[in-house]
Structures are given as C-alpha cells and as structure tokens.
C-alpha cells in the first residue's frame, strides 16, 4: 500500500558546494506553491540526518570539498543523490580552475543528473522523483549503478 | 477490559494523531493555493524513518538520548492515563486519584524536558543551542499554564461543592462538567480555556513558537543529530504532544455527554481534531516564527498576566 510505501516520503537536503547561486534559486523555486513539490512527499529538512535526497549544486570548491563529504556521510542509507545544474555535473564554467576538486561524482557516487544551466523546476522535480525510485530499488537491493539523466525541462535523456 | 478498552484508545489516538498532523499540512496548503500532500503524509513519514540507518556522530551521547526518548514515551502515556476516555456511560478515567490534574501538569513539563535531555544528549552546537531554547520558552510557558492549572482545580471544588481534597483532580472538574453541561458555561472557566488556547502553540511547539527547532536557522534544533529509528519515536511524541493537549482542552472542557460509545468516541475525535486546527493550523498558515526574547515576553506578559488574575478572580 502506498501509505507505508517509504519512497512517497522525500524529505530532501539542499548541499550548496560552492554554486553561482542560479541552481539554488531554482530548487527553492520548485518548492514553492506554483510547483508544490509537497503533494509528493516532499519537505525541505534542515539537518542531513534528517535527509532521504541530497540535492547537490555547484562544482565542489577546493575549500568546500571535506565539509561536502561530511555532510554526504551523514545522510543516514538508503539515500539518493541529485546533481542539478551543469557545474555540478561536469565543472561547467568553472572546470578546470585552480579552486574547483570536483566535479561531485568523482568523488562519491551520484544517481540523478538534471542538465541545464540552470535546470528548470519542472527538471528538478522530474530529478527528485527519479532519485525516489532509486531510493526503492535501493531498499529492495536491485540497485544497478546506473545514473538517470534528466534534461532541463524534465524530459528523461 | 477497561485497561484493554484503554489501550486500544490510546492506539487509535496515535494513529489519529498522525493524522491531524496530516490534515493540518492540507489545509496549509489549500490555505496557500496548493494541492499539499495526501492526508496521511506523516504516516507514511513516521513508517519511513524505521527504515533508515545511518551513522552516529562520536560525540553524541546516545544513552541520555535514548534514556530521554524512554521517559518521553512514559510521559504522554502518563498523561493520557489520567485523562478521561469515552465510554458509553460517558467519561471515565483509567487512573484516578486526587491530584491527577497535578500529575498531568507534570507530565507536560517532563515532555519539555525529554526535548532539552535530547538537545543536550546531541551535543553539537545546533542542539545546544535548540535544548537552551526550549528551556527559556519552558520558563515562560509553564508559570501561566501552572497559575491556570491551580485555577482550574479551586474553581472546580467552588462549583461543585466537593470537598476540599478532590481539589487538583480530574474527577472534580468532570463532576463540574457534568453539572454545567460544559465547562464553557461558566465565564472563569471559559477565560481560562481562552488562555490555554493562546499557550497551546507554546506548548505543543508550534509555529510561531517553534523557536527550539528552528529548521532554517538552528538545522532543526534540539533534534539536529537525531536520525532513523529515535527520530521516528520524536517525530511521534511531538505529534502524540499536540492531540494530548488538544484533546485534554476538548475532554474537559467542552465534549458533549451523549449515551453512545460511537458518538463520544467521535466527538473526541473531531473535537481533538478542531481544537488542533486552532492551535497549530491556523498560527502556522498566518505567521512566521519569533525570536526568542518576543515569544518569552509574549507569554509572560499576555497569558501570564490573564492567568493571575484569574487565578485571583478564582481565589474572591
Ligand atoms: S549550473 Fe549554472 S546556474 Fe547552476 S550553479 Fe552552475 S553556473 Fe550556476
């Protein structure tokens, strides 16, 4: 039954590793009551112990690296990781700077990418709901390691 | 039978307690031109937390966390015992003695205290800093709540003519309700059912006083480095701590006597379910959180000086 079907409660934590900003406003944006991200479950945790969804922006800065780690480890298991924005997937502008030690997937393993610069709402919801269905093949141990791509507008790539 | 009868009550309030907290994120978000979840929201999330494992932080004191949860869990049954459940006779108490009002009082506290054991069992700075908050607001909540509490005891004896011992129990107000046909008739007792409705935010750690679990400010407070399984049990408490208070206002305050199990049972439900909206929907969809120093100047000087003077309007 659906009611005790633990993937229909997100609760999500918002990892800044050093964005422009862009990514941030659009997942707020996605939260607020055009998208209503909460009829899916969905709620904004403060603490990562509190957290199933880690969703991530920016390209990891050299300074940020150690505390992003940290903060992924907290995140009790099963948990899913999203990537949203570009820099978080492949350094995008800043790839390649002398401050930049990511980008996030080379350093822990991530499930969703939400392309665009930044994604849409509409894109990072189709990322959180994606990442919900990992969270379940994860909780039935069929997990395949294989990362979901989302484009900007939501489409599946 | 009566105990069995009883637990299947406070099982069936568990459940219902989850609910409201539910239907209250509905009506936020129609309040706010939305969808919202579906009802059952927090059952799902309570189900959730069960599943999850995840790592304990080395300084985190996890006896006195667990040792907290204990006592928390103790507390609302505590309380829920000496309060009165529906039966087809109409109310009746599974503990009764004289002073159970007291004991209820305290059971309040104590809730307020498993937050601050909890916050202090953490030990970083978020649950610190969550564990002392709730203490300052416990100071300013529990003074008016005491004062009306005492009120409500006196006010019933002079009412029902009972002797002076069965003052601070239960069975005394019941008994006053019986004769009023609701507590609500009698003007003391409706200013001091007003003054609990303005504490109850407080008390149940509502929006706008919140202030101990700051999500966006303190990562959640006194609960920060809480996960799985305890967090689960807290998230429960905070929920079983709204439908007792809601439920205690509606028992003896107000509820209809009526001949049929079904119907007080019903009664108590919806009851406890409207006196939640009051209480924590609608101050939730209206207001942002306060700081601290507001919330504690708020209750001391508003709810703390009403309850005084009734308590002295009690007393002539
Ligand atoms: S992907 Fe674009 S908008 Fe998002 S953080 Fe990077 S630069 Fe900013």
């Not at chain 1, 393993?109 to 930044?118: E, L, Q």
């Not at chain 2, 999850?52 to 040792?67: C, F, M, N, Q, W």
């Amino acid at each position: 039954m659906s009611i005790f079907k633990p993937e229909k409660s997100l609760w999500i934590y918002h990892l800044n590793t050093g964005s422009c900003n862009g990514c941030d406003i659009e997942i707020l944006a996605a939260l607020t009551p055009k998208y209503d991200a909460e009829r899916f479950g969905v709620k904004l945790v403060g603490s990562p112990r509190h957290a199933d969804i880690i969703v991530a922006t920016g390209p990891v800065t050299a300074v940020a690296k150690e505390s992003v780690l940290r903060v992924i480890d907290q995140v009790p298991e099963p948990k899913a990781i999203v990537v949203t924005g570009v820099c978080g997937i492949t350094g995008g502008v800043f790839r390649g700077g002398y401050s930049i030690a990511g980008p996030l997937d080379t350093l822990v393993p991530v499930d969703v990418y939400v392309f665009g610069c930044p994604p849409k709402p509409e894109g990072i919801m189709v990322g959180i709901l994606k990442a919900a269905e990992v969270l379940e093949l994860k909780r039935k141990g069929m997990y395949q390691k294989d990362v979901v791509r989302i484009s900007e507008t939501g489409g599946v790539l | 039978m009566s105990i069995l009868y009883w637990l299947l009550w406070i099982l069936l309030l568990f459940v219902w307690a989850l609910l409201v907290g539910g239907i209250d994120r509905k009506i936020v978000a129609h309040l706010q031109g939305r969808y919202g979840p579906p009802f059952w929201q927090n059952i799902t999330d309570f189900v959730k937390l069960f599943y999850k494992k995840g790592k304990v932080a080395s300084r985190t004191a996890l006896v006195v966390i667990d040792v907290a949860l204990v006592i928390g869990v103790a507390a609302a049954v505590l309380a829920l015992s000496v309060l009165p459940f529906p039966m087809g006779s109409g109310d009746s108490q599974l503990l009764s003695a004289s002073g159970d009002l007291i004991i209820f009082a305290y059971a309040f506290a104590l809730m307020a205290m498993v937050y601050v054991l909890i916050g202090f069992g953490g030990k970083s700075p978020y649950t610190l800093v969550g564990a002392s908050r709730e203490i300052s607001m416990l100071l300013s909540y529990e003074i008016p709540f005491i004062l009306l509490i005492v009120a409500m005891g006196y006010r019933a004896v002079f009412i029902t003519g009972l002797p002076v011992e069965s003052i601070f129990s239960m069975s005394a107000l019941l008994a006053a309700k019986s004769q009023l046909g609701t507590l609500l008739m009698d003007p003391i007792f409706l200013g001091i059912f007003l003054v609990l409705l303005v504490l109850g935010p407080a008390v149940v750690g509502s929006v706008p006083f919140d202030i101990p679990e700051a999500e966006t400010e303190i990562v959640d407070g006194y609960g920060a480095e809480l996960h799985g399984p305890r967090l689960g049990v807290l998230f429960g408490l905070k929920h079983i701590k709204l439908i007792t208070y809601s439920y205690f206002l509606w028992m003896v305050f107000v509820s209809p006597l009526t001949g049929s199990v079904l119907l007080n049972v019903l009664s108590a439900l919806l009851g406890s379910l409207l006196v939640a909206i009051v209480i924590n929907t609608i101050p939730r969809a209206v207001s942002g959180r306060f700081r601290i120093d507001q919330g504690a100047k708020f209750y001391l000087l508003g709810p703390g000086l009403a309850s005084l003077l009734l308590l002295l309007l009690t007393l002539v």
